[in-house]
Nanobody, 123 residues
Framework: QVHLVESGGGVVQAGGSLRLSCAAAGRTFSNFAMGWFRQAPGKERESVGFINWSGTSTYYSDSMKGRITISRDNAKNTVYLQMNSLKPEDAAVYYC????????????????WGQGTQVTVSS
């Protein structure tokens, strides 16, 4: 079992930045690929980006590519999502997830999920 807790959400003005964190507890964190997802009201949950177990490979969705960086610190059992140049359409609940394999774009293939953290972007 892996317990994930996101933090760092809040209210930011358009054009601003936020860094989200996801702390993991339980099984060996470095065994897992980690992903970030988001869900806006009335919309389906979508992927934001992923990072492999070692932090040497990342994938970013087209919607946020160029504005985000995903990193991880296996010594701290934490993965980060740095978001810059935020837009009102980036407002959503952001979730982290873990998968004990290569990342997947299929949400149903991620095993463990956090409870989410709200990001609000004011225009």
């Amino acid at each position: 079992q892996v317990h994930l807790v996101e933090s760092g959400g809040g209210v930011v003005q358009a054009g601003g930045s936020l860094r989200l964190s996801c702390a993991a507890a339980g099984r060996t964190f470095s065994n897992f690929a980690m992903g970030w997802f988001r869900q806006a009201p009335g919309k389906e949950r979508e992927s934001v980006g992923f990072i492999n177990w070692s932090g040497t490979s990342t994938y970013y969705s087209d919607s946020m590519k160029g504005r985000i960086t995903i990193s991880r610190d296996n010594a701290k059992n934490t993965v980060y999502l740095q978001m810059n140049s935020l837009k009102p359409e980036d407002a959503a609940v952001y979730y982290c997830a873990a998968r004990s394999a290569l990342w997947s774009t299929r949400l149903d293939e991620w095993t463990y999920w956090g409870q989410g953290t709200q990001v609000t972007v004011s225009s």
